[in-house]
């Protein structure tokens, strides 16, 4: 985003973790303060993983049981801007308003080979605290692809070595170990002359679909998400 830009978004998502098919919304919010810096309440940043579901600033799982989600305060400073290359670091505070305190350090970066293709990679590490301390880390691998201005499509996959230093003995849907996610993505823009408006994009995910090291099948389809989406982007403000 420019200076003084601000963003707000909705993503609205069904995810079968396994035991239950929950249903629910997470409303988030940035801004840029700067051309290079970016502060918010938020899950939804650019080259980011979207699999921390039901973190914004208004968070709601509506079924099967209704509940608040957890609100991640983050920022992120571009430190490299070029025409084949955007390299950040994002620093993100998890409050413990649903689940326990955690705290993220990301570093993405955008390549582009061309104006048409870009992937988005890095690496995302979160360490949650509380009783059941453990570190989750994720190196996303999206490729994207503009058919036009207006019309993008993408595939997500990468590795995820997942609760790392805790153990589970419960639920199905725990998980310990490596798991690799396959995801798709499209969504357009609508906008009027040098002025971006709205995003609008959908997706569909096997979150964990290859699990290696864990106690369930190697290939998992039991856990799935979709959502959709929409993004308002107002014109800067300053």
Do not use: C
Request: aromatic share 14%; net charge neutral.
């Amino acid at each position: 985003m420019q200076k003084g830009m601000i963003r707000a978004n909705g993503i609205f998502t069904v995810w079968d973790d396994g035991v239950d098919t929950v249903f629910g919304m997470t409303l988030g919010a940035s801004i840029a303060v700067l051309d290079d810096l970016e502060l918010g309440i938020n899950n939804y940043r650019t080259g980011s993983s979207l699999q921390q579901r039901y973190e914004g600033l208004i968070p709601v799982i509506f079924s099967p049981s209704a509940g608040f989600g957890n609100m991640p305060l983050y920022g992120r400073y571009r430190f490299v801007h070029r025409e084949k290359l955007d390299f950040a670091g994002d620093l993100i505070f998890v409050l413990p308003t649903d689940t326990p305190f955690a705290f993220e350090v990301a570093l993405p970066f955008r390549i582009k080979p061309n104006d048409r293709l870009s992937v988005d990679t890095g690496i995302e590490v979160r360490g949650t605290f509380g009783s059941g301390k453990r570190a989750d880390i994720r190196i996303p691998a999206i490729v994207n692809y503009d058919f036009s201005d207006r019309a993008f499509i993408a595939g997500e996959t990468g590795v995820q070595f997942v609760n790392l230093g805790k153990g589970f003995n419960t639920a199905p849907a725990d998980l310990q170990g490596v798991a690799i996610p396959i995801g798709f993505r499209a969504g357009g823009t609508w906008k009027k002359v040098d002025k971006h408006l709205i995003d609008l994009f959908a997706g569909f995910a096997f979150p964990q679909l290859f699990e290696i090291g864990t106690s369930r099948s190697t290939v998992d389809f039991g856990i799935w998400d979709l959502f959709v989406g929409v993004a308002f982007y107002t014109r800067p403000l300053f």
